[in-house]
């Protein structure tokens, strides 16, 4: 198994155009968690359209958010055909807990069959199946949620640009703030918190050393008044706490 940045195509390629083994899987998440980035997609998907390898798409911080029916980057990306199976939480975007995996019937039936922690975990109770049912009837009934959520990210992102705070790359809700120092990170994040915030330093192991980070997640329900707010106490924050904060990086 290799594992390696998720942007990294041309090293995929490479690896592949190596690879002995019969059946390859690429497994990959569509938006990137802790830089809140897309997966160039259609580039996996062209790949394993040329090499014949499998692809499995984790949709955690995508569905809901993304594509005309709000059924994620798979859908925006028009590469349904090519994706064997997508992981899609449900406690993120939809509102509820748990997961469900979409795909092909077979490797669906294959999971349902072989799948050891499913097999051995007791069913989710039918009220939350009931509300996932809810919940995508609203991603698709409403698609204007969505629309608002990334006009509200860009919308934080200009601010935080207007404010000299660079962010990671990207378009979407997961809007992070790379401070280095894990202490920095963890004060600054207090300062948000205090004025009504909730807003984590994330630090390794979940990001690479040195890039602890505020990640910042948008909801629709935000209005542009609060973002503004958010960014003026994180740049009194971040002005506070220059000496410790030996670079702020994008
Ligand atoms: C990429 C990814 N997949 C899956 C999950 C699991 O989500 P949950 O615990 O809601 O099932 C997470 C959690 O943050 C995630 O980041």
Redesign the pocket.
Known sequence: MAVFPHNDVDRLAHLLARAEEHVRFIVV?SLY?MDGDETPLAEYADLCRSTGAVLVV?E??AVGVYGERGSGLIEKAGIEEQVCLS?N????ALGV???FVAGRSWAVDYLLQRARPFLFSTAPPPALAAALDAGLDLVEAEPWRRERLLALSGYLRARLHDAGIPVTAGTSQIVAVVIGDNAAALAVAESLQAAGFDVRAIRPPTVPRGTARLRMSVNAGLSEAVLDRLVAVLAGALASRRDSISQLTS
Do not use: C, N, P, R
Not at 89 to 92: F, L, P, R, S
């Open positions: 998440e968690s984790d955690a911080h992981v939480t449900a406690g993120k807990s748990g997961a």
